[in-house]
């Protein structure tokens, strides 16, 4: 969908992309660029970087890139439409009239509408319905009034039919509702039955205010016991948190995860503002990473049982995987943080927080279960999975410190429970590049799915990149181009879209940005366009560069079968290697 090209100017000058990217990521300054933790994939060292000359943002690790809109669309999982509208909103700018919503955006209109009419209704039902056991069960909770109109806590009543009654009357239609799973397809496979009843409902809301999701509990026996909304265009499990909209204005760079929605609601009640939980499945990367734009500490409050300590060990991977502190609080005498807080209150929940133990003490702790360290054989096995535990931890000062720890509790030589956990990590990084090889060895020789031509013709792939990028720093000098070449020159199908994109827009604009490919191309798209500026920044490409580059091109076209396999390899890099570095 176009919009004006006035328009979008002002869009990026309101919506620097420094700026934006920072409310996400936690960026340091690097010369006029700034580099961070990359947001859309897990790792240590940062390789994400956002350049304020093109305004664009290009990831070394993962390639996702592009301008302040594919960033927005990316974040905030939102079609080309709704991301302008976000960031119109953000800069104080008014939408063009004229600009028309495309389908997928007006659905996702429609679903957000339906679930903030779904949320008000299963609200009144609650309050003032005639079936008063959601009120019943709350109260019997001990949640406060205040507590359940902050969460917009709800009911939904028996009848099978009384939600997608009340949206009927509204002009919402069976395929609107179906799309925001609120009411589930009769077996008829024409009539539609609502998906919650006899359930105390939660809605989930987004980091801008929208609900996009329920999840429903039983009251009495039956199963499921939890009923969640499936993912939808507006909602992905795997990339929210439940009260994350109130946890993120927590002052507080330290997180608190919970395993359910009642924890947490007892949790925020009892005055600790900074508590999230998953929605109805494990912790993903993805919530991991999005916990680490809000906080530096995690805090895991999961319940005691098993299946909470298993989960627990699960977070403690992917949480140290997105660079987060993590530490796990030891509760005694209380199955849950809701029940500990009913019968200890508020002050020994913070020193019982303020008292949580490091994940690695509590990974140590874990090697003790169903052994008998009294016994030789016992202690054995225990080293043994102390080892495996210690050759995790990658900094060597901090794995130092539980070295000296470990020895010292089992007694055993300093030395030689190092030299036993440097081998298990010699043995793992083995491993590791093993699989790399074998994954490797296991795809063609060149595989790329965006440009599968570079498998048979690199050179020319090369020298396409080439002209793109030179072309994103001299846009003026598209006129050249097009006078030595055609667009059938390019033997990329995805490179030539790129490059007929280009000179459509570029002759109308003042300046080349990366903008004007967002509403053209998609997200995986908009990454490998910006990687072509991102991985030739600091080269400088000539305007004898430029002629050599075409040169390829219009030899391959002339005489692709002769000149297939004419060049050398080294052909392409002695043009590259007439290039000098700034």
């Given at each position: 969908?176009?919009?004006?090209?006035?328009?979008?100017?002002?869009?990026?000058?309101?919506?620097?992309?420094?700026?934006?990217?920072?409310?996400?990521?936690?960026?340091?300054?690097?010369?006029?660029?700034?580099?961070?933790?990359?947001?859309?994939?897990?790792?240590?060292?940062?390789?994400?970087?956002?350049?304020?000359?093109?305004?664009?943002?290009?990831?070394?690790?993962?390639?996702?890139?592009?301008?302040?809109?594919?960033?927005?669309?990316?974040?905030?999982?939102?079609?080309?439409?709704?991301?302008?509208?976000?960031?119109?909103?953000?800069?104080?700018?008014?939408?063009?009239?004229?600009?028309?919503?495309?389908?997928?955006?007006?659905?996702?209109?429609?679903?957000?509408?339906?679930?903030?009419?779904?949320?008000?209704?299963?609200?009144?039902?609650?309050?003032?319905?005639?079936?008063?056991?959601?009120?019943?069960?709350?109260?019997?909770?001990?949640?406060?009034?205040?507590?359940?109109?902050?969460?917009?806590?709800?009911?939904?009543?028996?009848?099978?039919?009384?939600?997608?009654?009340?949206?009927?009357?509204?002009?919402?239609?069976?395929?609107?509702?179906?799309?925001?799973?609120?009411?589930?397809?009769?077996?008829?496979?024409?009539?539609?039955?609502?998906?919650?009843?006899?359930?105390?409902?939660?809605?989930?809301?987004?980091?801008?205010?929208?609900?996009?999701?329920?999840?429903?509990?039983?009251?009495?026996?039956?199963?499921?016991?939890?009923?969640?909304?499936?993912?939808?265009?507006?909602?992905?499990?795997?990339?929210?948190?439940?009260?994350?909209?109130?946890?993120?204005?927590?002052?507080?760079?330290?997180?608190?995860?919970?395993?359910?929605?009642?924890?947490?609601?007892?949790?925020?009640?009892?005055?600790?503002?900074?508590?999230?939980?998953?929605?109805?499945?494990?912790?993903?990367?993805?919530?991991?990473?999005?916990?680490?734009?809000?906080?530096?500490?995690?805090?895991?409050?999961?319940?005691?049982?098993?299946?909470?300590?298993?989960?627990?060990?699960?977070?403690?991977?992917?949480?140290?995987?997105?660079?987060?502190?993590?530490?796990?609080?030891?509760?005694?005498?209380?199955?849950?943080?809701?029940?500990?807080?009913?019968?200890?209150?508020?002050?020994?929940?913070?020193?019982?927080?303020?008292?949580?133990?490091?994940?690695?003490?509590?990974?140590?702790?874990?090697?003790?279960?169903?052994?008998?360290?009294?016994?030789?054989?016992?202690?054995?096995?225990?080293?043994?999975?102390?080892?495996?535990?210690?050759?995790?931890?990658?900094?060597?000062?901090?794995?130092?410190?539980?070295?000296?720890?470990?020895?010292?509790?089992?007694?055993?030589?300093?030395?030689?429970?190092?030299?036993?956990?440097?081998?298990?990590?010699?043995?793992?990084?083995?491993?590791?590049?093993?699989?790399?090889?074998?994954?490797?060895?296991?795809?063609?020789?060149?595989?790329?799915?965006?440009?599968?031509?570079?498998?048979?013709?690199?050179?020319?792939?090369?020298?396409?990149?080439?002209?793109?990028?030179?072309?994103?720093?001299?846009?003026?000098?598209?006129?050249?181009?097009?006078?030595?070449?055609?667009?059938?020159?390019?033997?990329?199908?995805?490179?030539?879209?790129?490059?007929?994109?280009?000179?459509?827009?570029?002759?109308?604009?003042?300046?080349?940005s990366f903008s004007i490919f967002s509403d053209e191309f998609n997200n995986e798209e908009m990454g490998r366009i910006t990687g072509i500026e991102a991985k030739n920044k600091e080269?400088?490409?000539?305007?004898?560069n430029l002629h050599d580059y075409i040169k390829i091109l219009l030899d391959y076209k002339n005489n692709p079968i002769k000149n297939k396999d004419s060049y050398s390899d080294d052909d392409l890099l002695n043009i590259v290697s007439s290039k000098k570095r700034?």
């Open positions: 969908m176009a919009f004006p090209d006035e328009f979008l100017y002002q869009l990026k000058l309101a919506n620097p992309v420094d700026s934006v990217i920072s409310s996400y990521v936690n960026l340091k300054r690097s010369g006029h660029d700034a580099v961070g933790l990359c947001p859309f994939h897990s790792e240590k060292t940062p390789s994400f970087h956002v350049y304020n000359d093109t305004q664009s943002f290009y990831c070394f690790g993962c390639g996702a890139g592009g301008d302040v809109i594919t960033f927005i669309k990316r974040i905030e999982n939102l079609e080309y439409i709704e991301a302008v509208k976000l960031l119109a909103q953000r800069g104080g700018l008014d939408v063009p009239e004229d600009s028309r919503d495309n389908k997928a955006a007006m659905l996702k209109k429609r679903i957000y509408e339906i679930n903030r009419e779904t949320a008000n209704f299963y609200f009144r039902q609650l309050v003032s319905g005639a079936d008063k056991r959601g009120l019943q069960y709350f109260a019997g909770r001990k949640l406060r009034p205040e507590t359940i109109k902050k969460y917009g806590l709800g009911y939904a009543p028996s009848g099978w039919h009384t939600l997608s009654t009340h949206l009927h009357s509204l002009g919402f239609t069976n395929r609107e509702m179906l799309a925001a799973d609120v009411v589930r397809l009769g077996k008829d496979e024409k009539s539609v039955y609502d998906t919650f009843r006899e359930r105390v409902i939660f809605p989930i809301i987004d980091l801008r205010g929208n609900v996009i999701a329920f999840g429903g509990r039983i009251l009495g026996d039956g199963s499921p016991k939890y009923l969640n909304t499936s993912e939808t265009p507006v909602f992905q499990k795997k990339r929210n948190l439940f009260s994350l909209n109130f946890a993120k204005n927590s002052p507080l760079k330290r997180m608190i995860l919970a395993e359910g929605y009642m924890d947490v609601i007892a949790i925020n009640q009892a005055g600790f503002e900074n508590v999230v939980a998953t929605l109805g499945t494990s912790l993903t990367g993805e919530q991991a990473r999005i916990l680490k734009t809000y906080a530096d500490d995690v805090i895991i409050a999961y319940d005691s049982d098993s299946a909470g300590q298993k989960a627990t060990q699960r977070a403690i991977n992917l949480l140290s995987e997105a660079g987060l502190n993590t530490r796990i609080i030891k509760m005694e005498g209380a199955k849950d943080p809701d029940e500990f807080l009913k019968k200890f209150g508020p002050h020994r929940f913070k020193l019982l927080l303020d008292n949580s133990d490091g994940a690695i003490n509590f990974e140590l702790a874990k090697c003790k279960e169903g052994l008998d360290t009294e016994t030789d054989t016992g202690k054995v096995e225990l080293l043994k999975r102390s080892v495996k535990v210690l050759s995790m931890i990658y900094n060597r000062l901090e794995r130092d410190v539980y070295i000296s720890r470990v020895a010292r509790e089992n007694d055993i030589s300093i030395d030689i429970l190092r030299a036993q956990i440097d081998s298990e990590i010699k043995k793992r990084r083995n491993s590791e590049k093993k699989s790399e090889w074998t994954a490797i060895k296991s795809k063609p020789y060149y595989s790329d799915p965006l440009v599968p031509e570079a498998s048979k013709a690199l050179k020319e792939v090369k020298a396409e990149e080439g002209i793109l990028a030179y072309l994103f720093r001299y846009p003026d000098k598209i006129e050249t181009v097009m006078s030595s070449m055609t667009d059938d020159c390019f033997i990329t199908e995805f490179y030539r879209r790129v490059y007929n994109v280009l000179c459509m827009k570029i002759q109308n604009i003042n300046a080349f080269i400088v490409i000539t305007e004898q700034k």
